[in-house]
């Protein structure tokens, strides 16, 4: 459905040049739901952006059911626009302050279905039901203000779905609501992607709702601008063979104290990700990496290879058929190796 | 504040920290307790190099130059930081990893007893995260300093706390020490916010969220203000506001039903 082509964007900056997302490809089929994991700096944002259409690649491609998106203008832009629609993280910023909720979500209505008020108010009610804001009296004339922040990013989610795209990128969609209601806000979505076949783009940078929201679909990880490990959810985060996601799953705390204490700890040999200027050569984890090897990692640029069941992008892993657990003393070695 | 006390002892000697004298205060105040915001970057002066900043800290609790560039050196080699070159730094040349550990290592230049640190690893990535986590740790254990972290990530308190204390609008709802407030939690927000959180690991069966929304703290709820939220809910609970009652050998909750209250079964333990 959505297949990206060798994707960049770069951004000029006093400094130089940022290349926010190098070279990704990656395919998402009909009504799939693909997490993209990574920290903040690594490029999820941009390539969320580039799909929905908001900003576009400053070299490669993106086709949309075959079409390059780049190349729709009128009426074929505006029917692409309207099939992908995207969340924003922060629904603080993302719903105007000055209009109500119904304003809100007529706005895309008269945009694409040309209805007049009384229409409006009905649709506009059924969609806060869907999203489970009842009764829908209570909310439609509220403004942003007088909702919590979940109510918002519901309402957010609701003028997504207000146009029945067919592809929905969520970006961050519950990293700023209260810990106590993110589980219902994703399960939310999971329903409204099954009831509508919906295909999903959702970004995070928490494994831990990656692996629950993601559980059937896959789970792609970025580093820096590229993808590192692609493949089935359960495989990527609980058996990752990327040296960087295995780094995730190491540092992420668990709510278990005795669980979380007893887990062997993974050293990196840089404890700072490198500016975004300077990415290095070669595989761009290597100044980090406990399984860095000289001269291979530092000069030869990984790409995806088939490693166990997913994709990963590490020239130690794809030469040994996996990547090996580190034994205690190459964890020692690593201890306090990095140059700060 | 409008009633209170906050007993603070130095050794023998008991202060209330509410009614000392602002010179008292501007002693205790970094050389006995000292605070880490969350955002670095705003807690330090941008157009000062880092060594200006341990300079002033220095001297203000008055230790000569020679002293500062000493202690200094040792608290950000213990924070795995080069003071050759980050003491020469303005705080923009450093990342937020960066700065952060430096605004760890100014605080602990006065050798303070506490250390309060409000969610110093929310703006942060998670691999930097984890290498604060551990530098916290080893410094605790090396320096000995008692540690009062703030967070909204029970994972975190898992990962560093002897004891936990819960907050819900405004109150301390359960206090008790680790392992009995995540295993045996006895209020029903602790055991909801428990629940609430995916894991990387085990089962993910259990995991809901708490019904209803945050407490509006202008229009809280007559009695238990998490009555309208809690599974527990009994007629009597919007009557009064409970008290926090003894739940166990140090654990407190309040909740008139806390003996009541069950872990949602996970496996995770397993």
Known sequence: ?340 | MEAGQILYRVDREVSDVLTQTPEDLRRMRGGQVAMVFQNALSAMNPVLRIWSHFQDTGRAHGMNDEAIRERAADLLRRVRLDPSRVLRAYPHELSGGMRQRVVLALALLPRPRVLILDEPTTALDLLTQRTIIDLLRALRRDLGFALLFISHDLALAAELADRVATMYAGRVVEIGNVEDLFYRPRHPYTAGLLAAAPRVRGDLAGVRSIPGSPPDLLRLPAGCPFHPRCAYMQPDCDDAEPDLFEAGDGQRSACFYWHRVRPVARDATA
């Not at chain 1, 209260?178 to 409204?192: G, K, P, T």
């Open chain 1, 1 to 340: 459905m959505i297949k990206l082509e060798r994707v960049s964007r770069a951004f000029a900056s006093r400094e130089g040049t940022i290349r926010a997302v190098d070279e990704v490809s990656l395919e998402i089929g009909q009504g799939e739901v693909l997490c993209l994991v990574g920290e903040s700096g690594s490029g999820k944002t941009t390539l969320g952006k580039m799909i929905a259409g908001l900003i576009s690649p400053s070299t490669g491609r993106i086709l949309f059911e075959g079409a390059d998106i780049g190349a729709l203008r009128g009426d074929a832009w505006r029917a692409y626009r309207r099939a992908v629609q995207i969340v924003h993280q922060d629904p603080y910023a993302s719903l105007n302050p000055t209009k109500t909720v119904l304003e809100i979500l007529a706005a895309p209505l008269r945009l694409y279905w040309r209805q007049g008020a009384g229409e409006l108010r009905v649709r506009a009610a059924s969609l806060l039901e869907r999203v489970e804001l009842a009764p829908p009296e209570a909310f439609v004339d509220k403004f942003p203000h007088q909702l919590s922040g979940g109510q918002r990013q519901r309402v957010s989610l609701a003028r997504a779905l207000s146009v029945q795209p067919r592809f929905l990128v969520a970006d961050e969609p519950v990293s700023m609501i209260d810990v106590s209601l993110r589980v219902s806000l994703l399960n939310l979505l999971a329903r409204l992607r099954s009831e509508t076949g919906v295909g999903c783009l959702f970004i995070t940078h928490d494994l831990a709702v990656a692996r629950y929201f993601g559980a059937a679909g896959r789970t792609a990880v970025m580093y820096l601008g590229r993808l590192v490990e692609v493949g089935p959810t359960a495989a990527v985060v609980e058996r990752p063979q990327h040296p960087y996601t295995r780094a995730l799953l190491a540092a992420v705390p668990e709510a278990d104290p005795r669980l979380t204490r007893a887990r062997a700890p993974m050293r990196l040999r840089d404890a700072d990700v490198p500016d975004a200027l300077g990415v290095p050569a070669g595989c761009s984890f290597h100044p980090r990496c406990p399984w860095c090897e000289p001269s291979l990692c530092d000069m030869v640029r990984p790409d995806l290879v088939p490693i166990r069941q997913q994709e990963a992008a590490c020239l130690v892993a794809a030469r040994d058929g996996g990547l090996r657990d580190l034994g205690p003393d190459q964890q020692e070695a690593a201890v306090g190796s990095g140059p700060i």
